[in-house]
């Protein structure tokens, strides 16, 4: 007998879950999940008010009375440090006539408190029109003119403020709107009994840059789930743009191959720790097959365990003979390496800055590039107090782990840092995305900095603050959306490179349906 499939486009999520199989390699996935109001319309009713999503960090809502303004679609959800200091979490409305109590204090949502009200509003969540007011718990308490409201229209259960799930895991704090959504920690297995060795509660938040795409939030969530892309997107077009990757601190700096794959003296490939060049092109199957495609039939997927992916400085070649045709000393080259890495969130300042108060007698010259960055990440940890002894050698730089939480938060972590990724529609445009990127550390003894909160422009933002790499997957965005809109592109074709972007689609036909697509049953 077949047991009955429950049908996940009703009730809570809880339970679901798809693994990608040979069948679906077969299907046309429809362009309109990326081009149709209608499909927004879904996504938002039935995808994003029952799903568990990542707001905030709860460094950034320190004290109580303290909150954190999350917006998705029409919704804008409050989370608040009560009394207690528990967060709590209410949509943001005002059950009198429908005022948004509070904002935050970007566009996008984001920080503010309630504790600098006057008087009797201090550390309440109050309504600016008519002056009701709630405790941090979402009863009301203060209700002017009470009188003269109908009694049943005033009923403190009526008009307590709609609760929203919200619960957290080393410190990233998610909510949920759906009140029957299983727990959090359940939610997010394996996750964080994985990361759990990274001590990410420890880790601080620097930079949250917000930009809008032009494309449909879907983009960044695939793109940045598979390896399929990147000869071409980020190798094979070494232009102005696509050459950054292969300078110092570049994303992959040569040595493109892992075990097992061509590499050194194999015809037509580069050396180790030579930057591919036009002329010696990778080969597209060997650098998509690293990325690890795995699902665990949940909502997470993709581990990246391929300690062969390196970054920032080539493998096989030893410090002292890191140098190009630009930058002739070794010192100078690793120190330029690191500040691009600086700059891509990959390295944290305190690395910089150990490395260049060694004395050229402290560096160990003869050691190979890559074991010598993992050298100095453990010593500059060791010097600032930051224990990363739980952490395998293989799991402290480079590019070891990289989780995908669905539906929308994902990014590579690697010893003391974490860059993080979120994308979610903007407002009822199917083309466009709010896109996040944080750059998250460990900080130890010294006070971490201030966050720095910056909305950029995608295709003229700071490349001193965000990595010039991004550019070459940005440019792809009004390219992707508009070409989505032809009438002779029947759907989108995925293979098994870009099985963890699939795994996306087949969690949204469990959610929302089959819609636009033409479903052959056996
Ligand atoms: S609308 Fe909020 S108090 Fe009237
Ligand atoms: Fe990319």
Redesign the pocket.
């Known amino acids: 007998m077949v047991a009955k499939m429950k049908d996940f486009t009703k009730g809570s999520l809880t339970g679901i879950s798809a693994k990608v199989t040979d069948d679906d390699f077969k299907r046309l996935i429809p362009k309109e999940r990326f081009t149709s109001k209608e499909w927004l319309q879904k996504e938002y009713d039935l995808l994003w008010s029952r799903v568990w999503q990542w707001a905030c960090r709860e460094e950034e809502i320190p004290n109580n009375g303290d909150y954190y303004e999350y917006k998705i679609g029409d919704e804008s959800i409050i989370i608040v440090r009560s009394e207690t200091g528990k967060l709590n979490a209410f949509h943001n409305v ?6 948004r ?1 509070v904002e935050g204090e970007h566009w996008w949502g984001g920080r503010g408190t309630l504790n600098n009200f006057r008087d009797m509003f201090k550390g309440k969540l109050r ?6 007011a709630w405790d941090l718990e979402g009863e009301i308490s203060h209700l ?1 003119g009470a009188k003269d409201f109908a009694p049943e229209r005033i009923q403190k259960s009526e008009i307590c403020l709609r609760p929203v799930r919200c619960e957290t895991w080393e410190g990233f704090v998610f909510i949920n709107m759906d009140m029957d959504a299983e727990p959090l920690l359940e939610y997010l297995e394996p996750g964080p009994e994985k990361l759990a060795k990274y001590k990410i509660s420890e880790m601080r938040l620097k930079h949250h840059f917000t930009t809008i795409l032009p494309t449909n939030w879907k983009y960044g969530v695939e793109q940045y789930q598979e390896g399929y892309h990147v000869w071409a997107t980020h190798v094979m077009d070494l232009n102005d743009v696509g050459a950054f990757a292969t300078l110092p601190g570049g994303r992959r700096a040569g040595a493109m191959f892992g075990e097992g794959k061509k590499g050194p003296g194999e015809a037509g490939y580069p050396e180790y720790g030579k930057p591919t060049i036009k002329e010696t092109p990778p080969d597209p199957d060997a650098i998509g097959a690293v990325t690890v495609g795995e699902q665990f039939e949940r909502h997470t997927n993709f581990w990246e365990p391929d300690k062969d992916i390196q970054t920032g400085v080539p493998k096989g070649v030893k410090l002292c003979d890191l140098k190009d045709e630009k930058i002739t000393d070794p010192r100078t080259w690793v120190r330029t390496a690191m500040e691009n890495m600086v700059m891509q969130g990959r390295l944290a300042d305190y690395e910089l800055d150990y490395f260049n108060g060694l004395s050229d007698d402290e560096i160990p010259w003869d050691m190979q590039g890559p074991e010598f960055m993992r050298k100095n990440r453990r010593d500059a940890c060791t010097a600032q107090g930051i224990d990363i002894s739980d952490l395998e050698e293989t799991e402290l730089y480079g590019f070891p782990t990289e989780f995908r939480f669905f539906p929308n938060m994902l990014g590579p972590i690697a010893g003391n840092t974490y860059g993080l990724f979120r994308s979610r529609p903007h407002g009822d445009n199917p083309n466009e995305a709010i896109w996040d990127v944080y750059f998250m550390f460990r900080y130890g003894e010294e006070e971490p900095p201030e966050v720095n909160y910056e909305t950029v422009e995608w295709d003229n933002y700071p490349t001193d603050r965000m990595p010039r790499t991004f550019l070459q997957d940005w440019r792809i965005t009004p390219l992707y959306q508009k070409g989505m809109h032809s009438r002779v592109l029947p759907g989108c074709r995925f293979n098994k490179q870009e099985a963890n972007a699939l795994h996306t689609h087949l969690m949204l036909d469990k959610i929302i349906g089959r819609d636009f697509e033409e479903v052959v049953e056996d």
Do not use: D, S
């Open positions: 005002c059950m009198h006539r429908g005022v109590l309504c600016v029109y008519h002056g009701w002017p």
